[in-house]
């Protein structure tokens, strides 16, 4: 079974601590550090997801297209 | 644009030719471990990819993480444990095995792991009970003592009666670029469908491009529609109801875990692989019995910003005769004397009595198609 997860320190300036602090007041998040950790992880994805996508060879989609048109997918 | 894999790259684990016939004459040489149907069928969805970013069954790092924290060691979303358990151990971590399914060599596995672990802390994490009437935590109690971790390599497909309807990740993502569909909402199922089921499927489409239905085969509860009538009778529906070139029809084998919440973010998870951009959960989704509130599932997702795949959220539909129509509780005025709720279950009733359900409750031809078959359920 796995340790406990590790967790690790940021720093973060105090005023802007206070106001996320402040904010998550009556909301679903428990401390600031489970607020920064949903926006981060929300900021990190939406960056993966303007990355470059993964092209297949063209060897390779012509395979699939000739299965799929084969199945009837494709005309 | 299709949606990325999940963990950024589509995994393909399966063995070139060469080498799959260089194991195969060697598979003596290799300690033999025998697998069910289900774990059969993970490794086949591991292997193209349904599963990425895994590459084999779950480490202990991994496992404990998913079980945690619902996501796995490096913070990659991931909520049910997708893990290989056994009994004996004929092999040690470091060796090379081949796993077999009805005496047939179906992958090779470096086994990296061997540990153990707790049944009934798998089960309230993940079905958040250990009560033995759940399917999935009977299913649990029922594993092997110990858990093997490790990546593996196809070495061949299982037979697959339903080949013709069967597509892997790599070829729904072709298949949609070729369609020029650039948002495409999944559709998971195991039931044949209702108009319930396609005024959901409708009212998703009309904010996408394309309609991907992706019916669940494999293992069944009795009383389950058979797979054969799933896919017949949604051809039906795709000939007469839906427009030929923004809807389109695959399936996919997997077991379900009845993890309600979990599982269906994991639902979400392959969809995501296949290329859907989004995922359309509904009320209890992969739920069984009481053990979920009716959208916690809805809930859930809040706890995954970075998921990659926008879930949608449809209310069940239902019938309303002041209104005219399907409708849900978010756009009907009227009160609960004027609707027509349709329940599975009525309807399997009245499709084994031969009786024909109304028009607002289920398409006649899909009717049509369901009474063709001499039983049309799993006994």
Redo the contacts between chains.
Sequence with gaps: ?????KYTTVSIPKPLYDKIKARIEGT?FTSVSDYVT??L??V??SL??E?K??V?TEE??EK??E??RA?G??D | MVSKPHGGKLVRRIVADRTRERILSEQKEYPRVDIDHGRAIDLENIAHGVYSPLKGFLTSDDFGSVLDHMRLSDDTPWTIPIVLDINERNFDEGDAVLLYHDGLPIARMHVEEIYTYDKREFSTKVFKTDDPAHPGVARVMGMGDYLVGGEIELLNELPNPFAKYTLRPVETRVLFKERGWRTIVAFQTRNAPHVGHEYVQKAALTFVDGLFINPVLGKKKKGDYKDEVIIKAYEALFKHYYPKNAATLATVRYEMRYAGPREAIHHAIMRKNFGATHFIVGRDHAGVGDYYGPYEAWEMFDNFPDLGITPMFIREAFYCRKCGGMVNAKICPHGEEFHVHISGTKLRKMIMAGEQPPEYMMRPEVFEVIRSFENPFVE
């Excluded at chain 1, 079974?1 to 997860?5: H, N, P, R, V």
């Design positions: 079974m796995a340790e406990e997860k679903g949903y926006v992880r929300e990190l994805a993966e997801e990355e996508e993964e297949f390779e989609e699939v297209k299965r799929l199945l997918y494709l």
